[in-house]
């Protein structure tokens, strides 16, 4: 498609289910970034993946985050058993190189734990 | 660690009234230092990436400098158009491709 696409756009959920959030990259884009941006904070980086190199999981918060990326193409984020704090936006980006230049933003997954 | 401070947090201008956004940041080796505007509901947008002190970059009303500690987005005339929050994020030299971010100015232009 033209940009990254997100979904859902808004999800609500109870406190210790399970969520999936899912990033649809542009076409041919190779790196893949997810990020998180809380009320007031700046974009926390989650995890990093690179065409088919080992993903960077550095920024994950938790064992209960993980995320996956099949064929290089879309990727799902899962929180496991969700806390209140885990409520935030979920930025997914895209880029052709990795380069910080070619990051295009999806319009995110705004999470509500209750 | 690195880490990215933006100021102020908000501002408030009039149509056509000047001024300018800080970002204040301490990296261990810099790679670039990127800006982006990010409009409510949407995700951040691309505008400008600066790698080395004392380069400049322009894009109709805004121009971005570098320093070796900071960053000025500077905004002549703005337009209430130009409202958005703007956001100042670093990447580190290395093989690292992750950016830190500020937690932005929100930035209002009243016609």
């Known amino acids: 498609g033209a940009g990254v696409s997100q979904s859902p756009s808004n999800k609500v959920t109870e406190k210790g289910k399970d969520v999936e959030l899912r990033c649809d990259p542009i076409?041919?884009?190779?790196?893949l970034y997810w990020y998180r941006q809380s009320l007031g904070q700046g974009l926390e980086f989650l995890i990093y993946?690179?065409?088919?190199?080992?993903?960077?999981k550095s920024g994950l918060p938790s064992d209960r985050f993980s995320a996956e990326r099949t064929g290089g193409s879309v990727s799902t984020l899962t929180i496991q058993r969700t806390q209140q704090e885990d409520s935030a936006v979920y930025l997914c980006?895209?880029?052709?190189?990795?380069?910080?230049?070619?990051?295009?933003f999806g319009s995110g997954t705004r999470l509500t734990v209750v | 660690e690195d880490q990215v401070t933006q100021s102020p947090e908000a501002l408030r201008l009039q149509e056509g009234e000047s001024s300018s956004l800080n970002c204040s940041y301490t990296?261990?080796?810099?790679?670039?230092l990127f800006w982006y505007r990010q409009d409510p509901g949407k995700g951040p947008e691309f505008l400008f990436t600066?790698?080395?002190a004392g380069e400049e970059k322009e894009k109709e009303r805004l121009k971005a400098t570098l320093t070796k500690k900071e960053s000025f987005l500077h905004i002549t005339a703005p337009k209430p158009e130009d409202s958005a929050t703007y956001l100042c994020?670093?990447?580190?030299?290395?093989?690292?491709?992750?950016?830190?971010f500020g937690s932005g100015t929100q930035l209002t232009v009243l016609p």
């Open positions: 980006a895209s880029s052709l190189t990795g380069e910080a230049n070619g990051y295009t």
């Open positions: 076409s041919g884009h190779t790196a």
């Open positions: 993946f690179q065409g088919n190199s080992a993903p960077d």
């Open positions: 990296v261990s080796g810099l790679r670039g």
């Open positions: 600066l790698y080395s």
């Open positions: 994020a670093v990447q580190p030299s290395g093989s690292a491709r992750q950016l830190t």
